[in-house]
């Protein structure tokens, strides 16, 4: 899976929550954050493109939207920016350091965008991720991408994620909610 963390990710993480606070719930973000400007110009971005913009005022978007579910007998859990079930979508956004399209779809599996989504579409129920991406550093850049339930990204993120939850049993943080051999068989099975 991707790389090690930079040594500034506690402020990366900070950032990140910024922009998407200022984007998909403003009355939070931090005004007083040095970057804040910065968030601003990304919001901008992201409210200038059509389809964004489609999204974000479409009626029965559901921002930050949490989903509870049992799947193959593990209880999972996902919170998506944004989920749209009566067109089957659901949003993500990141701010990334990315200037151009190539760059922007090597971070999908560089960052695991795929395992990410992957997870919430088995989890959700819903079989499309639309994840839009806008530069910190060209902050009038902004890339889509769609991941659907069967492509080969989501393939290649219901890999990870499956490997993930079962690196997670052999070091037992997830090992109580297996109640049967049948459901391992089953995880193991999955990879």
Known sequence: MGSEFPPNIDRIFEFGRLVHETILEPEKANKDDQDYGLALRMRDTFYSDWLCQSIMSYPNIKIE????????????????????????????????SVTNEKSFRDSITHFDYDMGAAYYIDTTGIDRELIVGVSKKKTDKLFRFMIEKGDQYYQSGRKKYIQAICDGLLKGSIADQITDPEQLQELINEI
């Not at 949490?66 to 990141?94: M, P, Q």
Request: aromatic share 10%.
């Open 65 to 96: 939207h949490e989903f509870y579910r049992k799947v193959s007998g593990l209880k999972r859990r996902c919170k998506a920016d944004g989920v749209v079930k009566d067109c089957g979508l659901i949003l993500e956004f990141k701010g990334l």
